[in-house]
């Protein structure tokens, strides 16, 4: 396992230092990894939770911080798959779910804690005029691209080369990095035929595509922010002239906004001022528990009526009582303290920019990226500048050697600084970044 890392590297052994260190501090980790590989295959069940040498095993949350079965502390900036806007466990959120569990975990039948839940959702999220709730955000983006295609009639979905979906089968296509090759055995090419890519963020050769499929398009599903794909946001030029052809070819624009969503106001698309038809939402939406919703225009949206046309939102957990709880009181809180975007928003942003100021001092060209809360640092090579979905050897290393330090990203994957995470935890991972640079620039 250490030789398949090193060898990653291309026989340059400069991580060989870290991992001893990190093989020190989590053998409870290790001994963890091998019990649940007996279970598991490769001993996950996300496949991006998975790093070389084997992955910190996590106990508990609070806040900013997580503790692994080692009884290390870390600042998180992994943060529930970038969702955890309030941090672990945030007290309002506690407090509803416990209220909540007297009473049910989930019956099955419709309730009122959705509609309530549905009614924020629409007051926070710009194009929201309807709601359906499903439990993830690979869900929702199945049913808004079906409904797309639906309300359409007609079958051409374009999405961009590195944008991230969810694993369902219509929309894993030009995830990874050269984004030619299939992403996975088992899902048939008729199952993507009428899927194609284009290239995020350049707009001549995205309209040019646009316009050979016009008139069979129905849809365009982007990440405001390539998410996944390495917090690359897109240019406010790019969205508004897709958002021009789109409506050029009687087709729909929806935003995938499982990451962006409620990291700004309004939004992404409220940041961009660019108003999709559908939107799709995921992650801290549901305050911590699973939940996915698409929401969108009221016309396009009751296709999915019962007895309607298009089948939308089955789903046993849909609309349970728990994540209704969990998602209103992480809504409500956002909705009275809209201070909230503004503190990630400049934290973020004086992370970002120390990173890649310390880096330069050492002599190296970085790009940390990412808008608002977000970040992901990048050492763009030569021959390619920075590609989402392409390994990003530098950029593993200088996150593995942060965690020997308490501070963790999953390594070489994005981050988010929550409202929780403070001027101190900021200014902690700038120091801890200034000893490692050296290491991770010039090796040992
Ligand atoms: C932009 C985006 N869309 C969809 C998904 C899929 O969401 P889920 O993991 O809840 O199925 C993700 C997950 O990372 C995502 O980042």
Redesign the pocket.
């Known amino acids: 396992m250490l030789q398949s890392i090193l060898d990653d590297f291309m026989g340059e052994a400069l991580l060989e230092d870290a991992l001893q260190i990190y093989t020190e501090r989590t053998k409870k980790s290790k001994e963890t990894y091998e019990r649940a590989r007996e279970v598991f295959p490769g001993g996950i069940n996300h496949n991006i939770r998975f790093f070389e040498p084997y992955p910190l095993y996590i106990k508990s949350g609070k806040g900013s911080r997580v503790w692994d079965v080692d009884g290390n502390e870390y600042i998180d900036l992994w943060m529930l798959?970038m969702g955890a806007i309030l941090g672990h466990s945030h007290p309002a959120i506690v407090k509803a779910l416990q209220e909540q569990i007297e009473h049910s975990l989930h019956h099955g039948f419709v309730n009122e804690k959705a509609i309530e839940f549905a009614e924020l959702i629409c007051d926070l999220v710009p194009c929201a005029e309807k709601v359906r709730l499903c439990c993830?955000?690979?869900?929702?983006?199945q049913y808004a691209s079906r409904l797309a295609r639906a309300y359409t009639g007609k079958k051409i979905l374009l999405k961009a080369k590195g944008g991230?979906?969810?694993?369902n089968d219509v929309l894993q296509k030009g995830v990874s990095y050269p984004f030619e090759a299939k992403e996975s055995l088992g899902i048939p090419g008729e199952a993507q035929m009428y899927t194609h890519t284009i290239p995020f963020n350049d707009t001549e050769s995205t309209l040019d595509i646009i316009e050979d499929h016009g008139k069979d398009l129905a849809g365009i599903i982007l990440?405001p922010m390539l998410?996944?794909g390495g917090c690359i946001p897109a240019t406010r030029e790019y969205l508004k002239a897709v958002k021009e052809a789109v409506v050029k070819h009687d087709a729909l624009l929806i935003f995938?906004e499982?990451?962006t969503g409620f990291k700004f106001a309004g939004c992404a698309q409220g940041y961009y001022g660019v108003a999709p038809n559908l939107t799709?939402l995921?992650?801290t939406l549901g305050g911590g528990l699973p939940v996915?919703s698409v929401v969108g225009e009221e016309q396009i949206m009751n296709l999915a009526e019962p007895g309607g046309k298009v089948w939308v939102g089955g789903g046993t957990f849909s609309g349970n009582v728990s994540t209704m709880s969990t998602g209103i009181a992480t809504l409500k809180y956002l909705k009275d303290h809209p201070d909230v975007y503004d503190k990630i928003g400049s934290l973020g942003g004086e992370l970002r920019k120390g990173i890649d100021k310390i880096f330069d001092e050492h002599g190296a060209i970085t790009r940390t990226t990412g808008i608002g809360p977000f970040l992901n640092t990048h050492f763009p090579s030569k021959d390619v500048s920075i590609m989402s979905g392409k390994f990003d050897a530098k950029g593993f290393e200088y996150n593995f050697r942060l965690i020997n330090y308490g501070i963790l990203f999953l390594p070489g994957r994005g981050g988010l600084i929550s409202a929780v995470h403070s001027k101190m935890d900021v200014n902690k991972i700038l120091e801890v970044t200034g000893e490692v640079a050296g290491e991770v620039v010039h090796g040992n």
């Open positions: 798959h993830s955000g690979t869900e929702a983006t991230w979906h969810g694993g990440e998410g996944a995938d499982v990451i799709t995921g992650k996915g």
